[in-house]
């Protein structure tokens, strides 16, 4: 049996304006069945759109994106690889900064992450990355060119990870977050 794999939160954010990507760290969260509390992504519903084109777009579907998840370590590899300084979490919209979890975003959807308050998140899958997330990043580097279209390629499979809230309770940095994988499946068709 392998080693409970553990991490810990380095920053909680919340994006109150709908739109503006930036996020603003706080001193903690309450995360709610309907997602971070003031949170610009929270809801039960949202509209269907390019990430769901099996719906119509605009039809109300269940709301799997309430929290958005980064690592620090991820966000490092970004850095290095848009040759900058660095990338902060509250740049990309991100709701929680953790640490301490290898290729947090490779998770496989179903993990549940567990904090010490009661809270439970559920992952639903990779935040795909996006030139609107580069978009973000350019203005605190406007002496580099493209970076708006270099993010997409730098962030491939480390932009971190969307979920929805499975258990309320509260969110602070310094929390230990306990990772619970889903039990492996393995499928064919007959």
């Known amino acids: 049996m392998s080693a409970p794999l553990t991490g810990h939160t380095v920053r909680v954010l919340v ?3 709908p739109k503006r ?4 760290e706080v001193p903690e969260v309450r995360v709610s069945l309907e997602g971070v509390v003031g949170d610009r992504h929270a809801g039960l519903t949202r509209k269907a759109d390019v990430r769901t084109p099996w719906f119509p777009r605009g039809a109300l579907v ?6 958005s ?3 620090t370590e991820e966000l490092a590899l970004i850095a290095s690889a848009l040759e900058v300084l660095r990338v902060q ?9 953790l640490s301490g979890v290898p290729r947090l975003t490779r998770l496989p959807p179903g993990t549940r992450l567990f904090f010490p308050e009661d809270a439970v998140l559920m992952m639903e899958g990779e935040n795909t990355p996006c030139r609107k997330a580069g ?3 350019e203005p605190f580097y406007p002496e580099r060119q493209a970076l708006a279209s270099r993010f997409v390629k730098a962030a491939h ?3 971190g990870l969307v979920g929805w809230v499975e258990r309320p309770g509260l969110i ?3 929390d230990a977050v306990r990772v619970l994988l889903p039990p492996p499946v393995t499928y064919s068709l007959p």
């Not at 509250?90 to 929680?96: E, K, R, Y």
């Open 15 to 17: 994006g109150a304006e």
């Open 21 to 24: 990507v930036l996020t603003r």
């Open 62 to 67: 269940r709301n799997s994106r309430q929290v």
């Open 69 to 71: 998840l980064v690592s």
């Open 89 to 97: 979490a509250s740049w990309l919209g991100a709701n929680l900064e």
């Open 135 to 137: 978009r973000a990043v």
């Open 157 to 159: 499979q480390r932009r």
């Open 172 to 174: 602070r940095p310094g």
